[in-house]
């Protein structure tokens, strides 16, 4: 009897051990489906404008959440992930949303180089939203400003004009007279050079108002070589221009999943 209790238990043993790395090696199974899944929807151009999408897999049962543009790319966003390999199911909880105002800038440095943009979009809630993606500027505290005309050129960006103010304040947030509405700060670029982060300006809009980044002449984002002490009219003792980006109305909404492409 004794015996057979002793053969049950290490049978039970064994049995636990063998469900505890099947149930381990499912879970890096599902790792790599949703790895694979996200790779390829990344990849498909016809994806181009996801963003915020939300993967997880669950025993081969791949789960989209997050919002997109349109009916279409739901579809074909399920299209793709079912194609994957690995993939038992696919569970599309992928909301549509309605198309928000969108806006971009390219920045160039002083010598007119490239050094990456910001996607401009108007928050549900008012104001908006700036999403900052540089590279190839000096590490450290850069301010940051809307400047009130769309002219970036080199080298010193003078041709952007001044601040935007359109309510005819001073400059920073910390100045008692401030602010202007296109002041959005200090960004901190890496030792890298690097620098990928979110603004929000609450003044400011892309809607037709006297607030708003799109207008007659356009606007610009200027970056400047020193930090923006939010409070010296008019801009900050920030320094030079470093560079240069005109503001200008997106084609479409969302970003890219740039992290997995
Ligand atoms: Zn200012």
Do not use: W
């Not at 636990?16 to 879970?27: D, K, T």
């Not at 963003?51 to 966003?77: A, F, Q, W």
């Not at 943009?117 to 590279?135: K, N, P």
């Amino acid at each position: 009897m004794r015996t057979l209790i002793t053969v049950l238990g290490l049978g039970f043993l064994m049995f636990s051990v063998g469900c505890e790395s099947q149930s381990a090696s499912r879970q890096v199974k599902d790792a790599t489906i949703t790895a694979a899944v996200k790779t390829k929807l990344a990849r498909d151009v016809r994806l181009a404008t996801l963003t915020n999408l939300d993967v997880t897999t669950e025993n081969g049962n791949v789960s989209l959440n997050g919002t997109v543009e349109s009916e279409e790319v739901k579809r074909l966003s399920e299209e793709t992930a079912r194609g994957v390999s690995g993939v038992a199911r696919v569970i599309n909880n992928l909301q549509v949303a309605p198309k928000a105002d969108t806006a971009k800038a390219h920045f160039i440095d002083s010598a007119g180089h490239a050094v990456g943009t910001a996607l401009i979009t108007e928050q549900s809630g008012g104001g908006v939203r700036f999403h900052l993606t540089l590279d190839k500027l000096p590490s450290g505290f850069h301010g940051i400003h809307v400047h009130e005309k769309g002219d970036c050129t080199k080298p010193d960006f003078k041709s952007a004009g001044k601040h935007f103010n359109p309510e005819g304040k001073q400059h920073g947030a910390e100045n008692p007279k401030g602010f202007h509405a296109g002041d959005l700060g200090n960004i901190e670029v890496g030792s890298d050079g690097t620098v990928d982060v979110e603004l929000t300006a609450p003044q400011l809009t892309l809607k037709a108002t006297d607030h708003s980044l799109i207008r007659p002449g356009g606007t610009a984002i200027i970056i400047h070589a020193g930090r923006d002490d939010q409070k010296s009219d008019p801009s900050g003792n920030s320094g030079n221009p470093i560079a240069c980006g005109v503001i200008e109305k997106a084609a479409f909404t969302y970003s890219a999943i740039h992290t997995t492409r």
